[in-house]
């Protein structure tokens, strides 16, 4: 799969763009804050109905503006796939794909293949669990519909039982066991669905992110992913049937798979604590392209792959190593940004692979000649 063109209006700070892509290798050149981050926000916006860096829709809307507009034109396997998205201010964002809307934003999920490694990633260490968990699940998400409508179903749930909790809480009211049968049901079978989910997922993914890691560091480094879940003790109904008391004091859900959890470690010690800059960039650079060969093995196309910044912290080597991993066949469409005009056009410049080089000003985007 891969991207042909693409029309940007009013996204952030980009006014209005209409660029033809190659079907390998885009750089977008240019100084911080041009503008060249946004065009691959843009594609994530597309693919993932949001924007990577900032959950707020109406604040990716350009300043002083009313709306943003996004169109695109996808070619896999001789497939045409148009994807359309709009939004007004204070209305509901549609999409579009092939002029036909969508009812439910969670169907397009999956439609577009995307992976983008992006200097926030390293937020994936320094912050909490929650972000650990949206990781695993925006990739089963990718593959697995199902999934997604099995996590928004415990959420829901889980909702409802906090919401009776905080209500016991606040009547002075006994615990009332019977009250929570439905709730602790629901939230048992679905979070066994999700965390069965999650270890079939990290079994197939942890050779693959291992075997990435070793590439981008020269194998001088031992690094691992620890899954982390209170139901590989025991059966979420026991958990919440054990817990009831301490819910009900805390007034919400201690235990279940909303507290699931990955460890980043370095040896035997925590990355987050022990690890450098580079290290941390490698492990989370690892992990980004380990998802990409996850969702091409299951999904037989390649995702196509943003990188922003990937430059930043990596010693020598291992920007040698990744771009001779980047530059090998073995990836699709890849769109990568850099504010060194030079750097990116020159590791390529020995690869027999199609290449288009933009500079981007202000917000304004220009084709350059490779010459």
Known sequence: MFLKDLQILQFKNIGEAKITLSPKVNCFLGNNGAGKTTVLDALYYLSFCKSFFNPIDSQNIKHDQDFFMLDAN????EEEIRVYCGLERGEKKRFKKNQKEYERLADHIGTIPLVMIAPADTHLIREGSDKRR?????????????????????NRTLAQRNAMLKHFWAEGR??????????DEQLHAFGTDIHNERKRFLEGYLPIFSSFYKNISADTEQVSLQYESYLHEKPLSEW?????????RAQFTTKGIHKDDLQFMIGDHPLKKF????????????????????LKDLKSKKPILLLDDIFDKLDDHRVAALMEMVADDHFGQIFITDANLH??????ENQKMPIKKFEVSSGQIKEVDNG
Do not use: C, H, W
């Open 134 to 154: 949206k990781l695993m699940d925006g990739i089963i998400a990718q593959y697995n519909r199902g999934y997604l409508e099995t996590l928004l179903q415990y």
């Open 74 to 77: 996808f070619e896999n396997n």
């Open 174 to 183: 006994k615990l009332d066991a019977t009250a929570f049968e439905v709730f």
């Open 343 to 348: 750097r990116v056009p020159e590791l390529f």
């Open 240 to 248: 919440l049937n054990m817990t009831r008391q301490n819910d009900l």
């Open 275 to 294: 690890g450098s800059q580079g290290q941390q960039k490698s492990f989370v650079i690892a992990m980004r392209l380990a998802q990409f060969d996850y």
